[in-house]
């Protein structure tokens, strides 16, 4: 199977194109899942706190089954409260914070933050010094939140055994930031839709982590773009200007 290239556009119109009835609709329906779910879901998880602390009381033995029951409704719900925080992400993104980010520290940062998790899969985690600008104007926070979510998607493909590399380059006006994963790979059928809200082929997953980098570059004037070829891995590409409004 020959290698497959998606550009972040593909699955869907971008987010300056998007019909402005159709913003309004996930406007206002992120509003009514901000108040009619995110309040009780958060009183839910306060009062199961208090309940699992009062049998604790009852109960002392904390291998019983009732406390059994209890961790899956909290794992449950936090399940949910995290789809619920990446839908309101999706639906409602913050405008960007423009500042100048130093690339190398930023990830250093990531990297350290995520690793432990990828070696507890027993997936490699690594930044490659290949060069690329030194430093970008960009909301920080945001950006390494866009590429957390492209390790995150390299992640859930790669299995023990595998390795993710995180890699810059550029030119002088464009920062380019890799993800390159040694994962199954996918073909145009999936391809095609990983821009998709709420599209995942894995078990558990949103759905949103891809279209929310995407979101984020397109705030800074970039895009993300995909190459995989099935069997061998994915590249993950967020490219973006230096400086947002540069050619």
């Known amino acids: 199977m020959g290698e497959v290239v998606v550009e972040g ?3 869907g119109a971008s987010a300056d194109e998007t019909p402005r009835d159709e913003t309004a609709l996930v406007e206002a329906l992120a509003a009514g899942v901000a108040h009619e779910v995110r309040n009780p879901l958060n009183a839910l998880q306060i ?4 309940l699992e602390q009062e049998l604790s009381e009852i109960v002392p033995d904390r291998r019983s089954h009732v406390f059994e029951v209890i961790a899956k409704i909290a794992g449950e719900l936090r399940s949910l409260d995290d789809f619920v925080t990446e839908f309101l992400r999706f639906a409602r993104p913050p405008r960007p914070r423009f500042e100048r980010v130093a ?12 690793g ?3 070696a507890r899969r027993g997936v490699s985690l690594s930044l490659a010094g290949e060069g690329g600008p030194d430093d970008v104007v960009a909301d920080g926070f945001q950006l ?3 590429v957390l979510n492209l390790v995150l998607n390299g992640l859930q493909a790669t299995p023990a055994g595998g390795s993710i590399v995180v890699a810059t380059g550029g030119d002088p006006r464009r920062l380019a930031i ?6 199954e790979g996918m073909g145009q059928a999936v391809l095609s839709r990983v821009f998709d ?13 891809l279209p929310i980098a ?4 397109e705030a800074h004037g970039g895009t993300v773009f995909l190459r995989s070829r099935e069997g061998e891995g994915t590249v993950a590409t967020l490219a973006l200007p230096l400086r947002p409004g540069a050619a």
């Open 144 to 146: 390494k939140h866009a």
């Open 178 to 183: 890799e993800v390159r994963d040694t994962g």
């Open 47 to 50: 009062n199961l706190g208090i």
């Open 214 to 217: 995407r979101r984020i570059a």
């Open 116 to 118: 432990p998790e990828c």
């Open 103 to 114: 690339v190398r520290p930023l990830l250093e940062d990531l990297v350290a933050f995520i």
């Open 9 to 11: 556009d593909v699955g």
């Open 197 to 209: 809200a709420f599209f995942t082929t894995r078990e558990g997953g949103t759905g949103l982590g």
